[in-house]
């Protein structure tokens, strides 16, 4: 991404000096993330290339030039301490601009001004045509479609609304035929491909191991198809629902798409959390995964479903949550986990020769966020993974003990605004409420 740097031309020779030094100090902090364009005087007309403007000194003039200032359109960040942050002596002016109609924003952190840029940097690629691919048929229809067939994420409007909003463009492939051309891979390329992953597992045969490799190969085939990986940044497939067309799960061909790719993926056809997922990592950079939301709250609602008799008998239990997704925790990248393992399936909607994984992300501080279906709404929930929970024989085999930080249980209820939940480890609040500015969402915060 570009920057253009403005300044104010009446400054002394004094303030050229330090204007000069802070560029070079901008240039330490953020040169692997920005290309800074040479200064211009506020006034003159903005680079084309821009993507945003950058403050890397304030002086008094700036309350002489509110008609020139408000003429810049693109988001403006100022850094303008040694320390690559704000100083606090900006205040005034930084108000004074956004009074003045402009998109500031004043980073007293260098993660935090990161965290800006790369959400800067996220919408620009996403307007200009970004691509995502989805496996599917005929969504919906198959298996458990009493409860399949209430997804949102399913409709030609939310496809529609999501490529309004954010300019991005959602690529639907048959996933029938991507299990098909999986199923007519050979052994012996599957098994040359995957020689040296490192995928630790218990009890699954190399027939099955093998199965799920020909996913990744496949998926792959179809992603070079169709633009190859410079063009697609989300993948996902409508796995669960229509099962049938399948001999294993793509578990482990989303793990190492994004360990050997770099791509992020979605499960069931989820499109919604997909772009979620990809603004929220795009931002942060942090740890992210995909899980269903089992509140306490829920009773035997949630209970049943999971084929558990109750929920652990804890003190404040109205205020926890278990996160369970296809028999274990959920999914998550290899590198994003304490513990991750290959296992035989668990759910009895797969066939009995798929896969799953059974992973830990580290106990502690967690982000539960999610994009709402108007896209223009974000929830944010201050939460913290207290330790994971066994129930042997169930569809829970390890699920995560969820604490709402803020004790606000009944209020999250009546907020939630899917089972799909994305857990980013440690407490990314402060970051996601600043650097969501960018894309102009409210953001929910509890």
């Known amino acids: 991404m570009k920057a253009a740097i403005l300044y104010f031309e009446s400054i002394n020779d004094r303030e050229k000096e330090e204007l000069a030094t802070q560029c070079e100090v901008l240039e330490q902090f953020y040169g692997d993330l920005v290309e800074f364009l040479p200064p211009s005087p506020v006034g003159a007309k903005l680079p084309e290339c821009a993507d945003v403007v950058v403050f890397p000194q304030l002086v008094g003039a700036a309350f002489g030039e509110k008609k020139s200032l408000q003429k810049i359109t693109l988001p403006v960040i ?28 004043s980073p007293y952190n260098v993660e935090l001004a990161k965290c800006i840029f790369r959400a800067i940097d996220c919408k620009k690629h996403m307007e200009n045509g ?21 997804f949102y994420w399913w409709e030609k409007e939310c496809t529609q609304q999501m490529e309004t909003a954010f300019g991005l463009k ?122 269903n939301i089992y509140p306490f709250l829920m009773g035997m609602a949630a209970l049943k479903h999971e084929k558990i008799d109750s929920f652990p008998n804890i003190p404040n239990g109205d205020n926890h949550a278990l996160c ?44 539960l966020a999610k994009l709402h279906s108007d896209m223009k709404q974000v929830t944010l929930i201050e939460c913290e993974i207290v330790n994971y929970i066994q129930y042997p024989g169930s569809d829970c085999r390890n699920g995560a003990l969820l604490h709402y930080v803020n004790n606000n249980g009944h209020v999250i209820m009546d907020a939630l605004s899917s089972h799909h939940a994305l857990l980013i480890q440690g407490n990314q609040i402060p970051e996601l409420v600043q650097s969501l500015r960018v894309f102009g969402f409210k953001v929910n915060q509890l």
């Open 78 to 105: 100022v850094l303008t301490s040694e320390f690559g942050t704000v100083e606090m002596w900006d205040w005034e002016i930084v108000t004074f601009l956004r009074d003045a109609g402009l998109t500031v924003f």
């Open 324 to 367: 369970v997704h296809c028999g274990y925790f959920g999914l998550a990248p290899q590198s994003f986990c304490t513990h991750w393992m290959l296992r035989p399936k668990v759910l009895g909607i797969v066939d009995d020769n798929a896969i799953m994984v059974d992973c830990r992300m580290a106990e502690g501080p967690v982000t």
């Open 130 to 150: 970004m691509r995502f691919l989805m496996f599917q048929d005929d969504p919906g229809e198959g298996m458990q479609a009493g409860i399949f067939k209430r």
């Open 170 to 291: 959602m690529i639907y492939r048959s996933y029938k035929d991507l299990c098909e051309r999986a199923g007519s891979i050979d052994d012996e390329l599957a098994k040359t491909l995957s020689n040296n992953w490192d995928v630790p597992m218990e009890n699954v045969s190399e027939a099955d191991y093998l199965k799920a490799v020909k996913i990744y190969i496949a998926v792959k085939e179809v992603i070079s198809e169709v633009g190859g990986l410079d063009s697609i940044k989300g993948v996902g497939a409508n796995c669960l629902n229509e099962s049938f067309h399948s001999d294993t799960t793509p578990c482990l061909a989303w793990n190492m798409l994004y360990e050997k790719d770099n791509l992020l993926w979605a499960c069931e056809g989820d499109t919604l959390t997909l772009v979620s997922k990809y603004i929220f990592y795009s931002i942060l950079r942090k740890p992210i995964m995909m899980t």
